[in-house]
T-cell receptor
Framework: DAGITQSPRHKVTETGTPVTLRCHQT?????MYWYRQDPGHGLRLIHY???????DKGEVSDGYSVSRSKTEDFLLTLESATSSQTSVYFC?????????????FGNGTRLTVT | AQTVTQSQPEMSVQEAETVTLSCTYD???????LFWYKQPPSRQMILVIR??????QNATENRFSVNFQKAAKSFSLKISDSQLGDTAMYFC?????????????FGQGTILTVHP
């Protein structure tokens, strides 16, 4: 299994508070991604990174920011959490950018915003 | 934009039987990959099988095989000799060709329950 660790595994927070989720990889892969999973929607891409300090927006980026200061760490920040951001968040990594490089996923973080 | 549709929210099958999960997609591209991911109750996302659009031969991985109909934009997953450990949510996913930065488009998922 790819070495991907997400922390925390579960979190409950209040509306309006900032939240940071962490993804740590030991594979030295260049590409990292944040997805969210919601019933009826499958997984949707929030942000991705194609190198240290190189990031871009995905399909559902509003209300989220990311940072990548080291190859191994990719942080997702909810600047002011809202109930609509209650979801399961997955980090994924890939060795290459192309479509033939499969994604490997972490075990997810379940976030509840009350 | 691409879309992926899984029209079966839930399916069930008896142990040792065969089940087929449906997936259709919409794209104007000719070069792409399709995937099936499995998500057991542990929440881990596991790649089950993948298909390259330019290959006519259907992919197989042990008990898992696909029926890829490019003209119909259909990509179904067949699970043979179903086992209790196959109980999971299954996601169909699409990715464009070229430098796509891992931008997978997922279907809504199908919950499969295997009964003893």
């Amino acid at each position: 299994d790819a070495g991907i660790t997400q922390s925390p595994r579960h979190k409950v927070t209040e509306t309006g508070t900032p939240v940071t989720l962490r993804c740590h990889q030991t594979e030295n892969h260049r590409y990292m991604y944040w997805y969210r999973q919601d019933p009826g929607h499958g997984l949707r891409l929030i942000h991705y990174s194609y190198g240290v300090k190189d990031t871009d927006k995905g399909e559902v980026s509003d209300g989220y920011s990311v940072s990548r200061s080291k190859t191994e760490d990719f942080l997702l920040t909810l600047e002011s959490a809202t109930s609509s951001q209650t979801s399961v968040y997955f980090c994924a990594i890939s060795e290459l950018s192309g479509y033939n490089s499969p994604l490997h996923f972490g075990n997810g973080t379940r976030l509840t915003v009350t | 934009a691409q879309t992926v549709t899984q029209s079966q929210p839930e399916m069930s099958v008896q142990e040792a039987e065969t089940v087929t999960l449906s997936c259709t997609y919409d794209t104007s591209e000719s070069n792409y990959y399709l995937f099936w991911y499995k998500q057991p109750p542990s929440r881990q996302m596991i790649l089950v099988i993948r298909q390259e659009a330019y290959k006519q031969q259907n992919a197989t991985e042990n008990r898992f095989s696909v029926n890829f109909q490019k003209a119909a934009k259909s990509f179904s997953l067949k699970i043979s000799d179903s086992q209790l450990g196959d109980t999971a949510m299954y996601f169909c996913a699409f990715i464009s060709g070229g430098t796509s930065y891992g931008k997978l488009t997922f279907g809504q998922g199908t919950i499969l329950t295997v009964h003893p």
